[in-house]
């Protein structure tokens, strides 16, 4: 992947509402992966997800789903019902055939009570 | 199973002074990274190892930071001297296998402050 675009600075939402966060990817290759990782004000990333450019089937996970449109090179991440626990950067990044994981620059989430 | 461990989680060095951290990935997991991370932007990788063999470190700066694995499985990274700007959280990451192809679960990272 040659560049992962994350338009969202920051998003701030009251607990319960249900809050997507869009990325945006660049490749110029047919096999490649994606990924979303948490990043919570410990400091530790977190693996959330990845998919595989060849598997178009879009996830639920919990209060967690993705949406993988190839179409529109995005691979969308969507909370539902927020807990104030949700609150932290979330990363998107993509992985290509050179074995180089690009990122995104990050979202911060804000859950407010 | 154990994660990705790192030591320190938070050093403060003065600059021009050198610091070293450490990392041992999950068991098993052949290919190592360390990150850069600076506030507010997203990883930047540093160096990757492939078991005791360096497979990309173009963007270390060499001058200053080095990076060894010796027996291919824990690693260390080292800043001598170190400048203000290398202020970040160093993570470390592991993967069975090439980034593109497996997924890299991180540990969690030492915070440097160079003042």
């Known amino acids: 992947a040659q560049k992962v675009t994350q338009a969202q600075t920051e998003i701030s939402v009251v607990e319960k509402e249900d809050v997507t966060l869009d990325c945006v990817y660049e490749?110029?290759?047919?096999?490649?992966?994606l990924f979303w990782y948490k990043q919570p004000p410990s400091g530790e990333l977190v693996f959330l997800i990845r998919r595989n450019s060849f598997d178009e089937q879009n996830e639920i996970s919990g209060r967690y789903s993705w949406n993988f449109q190839k179409s529109t090179s995005s691979f969308n991440f969507t909370i539902t019902a927020s807990q104030v626990v949700d609150s932290a950067v979330y990363f998107c990044a993509a992985g290509d055939s050179n074995y180089q994981l690009i990122w995104g620059a990050g979202t911060k989430l804000i859950i407010k009570p | 199973e154990a994660g990705v461990a790192q030591s320190p989680r938070y050093k403060i060095i003065e600059k021009r002074q050198s610091v070293a951290f450490w990392c041992n990935p999950i068991?098993?997991?052949?290919?190592l990274y360390w990150y850069q991370q600076i506030l507010g932007q997203g990883p930047k990788l540093l160096i990757q190892f492939q078991n005791n063999g360096v497979v990309d470190d173009s963007q270390l700066p060499k001058d200053r930071f080095s990076a060894e694995r010796l027996k291919g499985v824990d690693s260390t990274l080292k800043i001598q001297p170190a400048k203000l700007e290398d202020s970040a959280v160093y993570l470390c990451?592991?993967?069975?296998?090439?980034?593109?192809?497996?997924?890299?679960?991180f540990g969690p990272g030492t915070r440097l402050t160079v003042l």
């Open positions: 990451a592991s993967s069975s296998t090439p980034p593109s192809t497996d997924t890299q679960y």
């Open positions: 068991s098993g997991h052949a290919t």
């Open positions: 490749t110029r290759d047919t096999t490649y992966y």
